[in-house]
């Protein structure tokens, strides 16, 4: 099974180009090559939008992508708001509450997806997660969320946006209890980590927006070409890799 996974596109409006990058443009070239690659899945992990949810941008983004006639899951972001996105992308039924969060069955294994928009998770979200973790049926070893459940090195996100500090402690227990390794994939850091937890491994996947600069506390880009992540499934093996777009 091959899965792809972007996260962080900034879509504004027509007219945006932050930082002079021509975002839509960009979101363009990225899904020609996905339809290039052909995955068997796309995920999409939060910040669709450039500031705020909106639904002009999650209509635009959901004709682009629907064009690929591959299936995808979407997530919220910081950037989003999950109710919009929810409407939008009509995947209303995944709604808890204000929260979009919930399971996919592919080739008989089971993926979760959560919902770290406020950068925290409600009591109902965290105890559903467990319950999944611990006592779902089937297999179960890849979580995508939006922001990484870790510190991860990057001063500039490490010390201004990372998920509140009691809700990383509160899912390190619970994927410790889990009953396999896990492996999580997410996004929000714009740049590529892989961090080794005591229970799994945690990937962070980059921007397909811009790339910030890792060592500096201050928002500095370090450049801005398109990246994203594919997953590959192998029997009990995962494989992994991330890449950009030629300029």
């Not at 990225?30 to 796309?42: G, Q, V």
């Not at 992308?89 to 069955?105: G, I, M, N, P, S």
């Not at 492996?183 to 910030?212: D, L, M, N």
Request: net charge negative; charged share 25%.
């Amino acid at each position: 099974m091959k899965i792809i996974q972007i996260t962080d596109q900034h879509v504004g409006t027509e007219e945006d180009q932050p930082h002079g990058i021509n975002v839509r443009h960009n979101f363009q070239r990225l899904c020609r090559r996905i339809d290039a690659l052909r995955p068997d899945h796309l995920v999409i992990t939060g910040d669709l939008c450039l500031e705020t949810g909106s639904s002009e941008v999650y209509r635009w983004i959901k004709e682009e992508v629907d064009r690929l006639n591959i299936p995808y899951e979407v997530l919220s972001g910081n950037h989003d708001d999950p109710c919009l996105l929810a409407d939008v992308f009509e995947v209303t039924a995944d709604l808890k509450e204000q929260e979009l969060y919930y399971c996919r069955t592919w080739e008989g294994e089971r993926f979760l997806f959560l919902d770290t928009t406020p950068g925290s998770l409600s009591h109902g979200q965290l105890d559903w997660v467990e319950n999944q973790l611990r006592y779902g049926e089937g297999r179960c070893r890849v979580l995508f969320m939006h922001h990484p459940p870790v510190i991860a090195g990057v001063p500039h996100m490490d010390s201004k946006y990372p998920l509140q500090a009691r809700y990383r402690e509160a899912l390190e227990v619970i994927f410790t209890k889990a009953r396999e390794p896990v492996r999580v994939f997410c996004g929000h850091y714009h740049h590529a980590r892989t961090i080794e937890e005591s229970y799994g491994t945690v990937f962070i996947s980059p921007s397909s927006y811009v790339q910030i600069n890792p060592y500096s506390v201050d928002f500095e880009p370090e450049h801005t070409t398109p990246g994203f992540r594919m997953i590959e499934l192998l029997g009990d093996k995962l494989r992994t890799s991330v890449h950009f777009l030629a300029d």
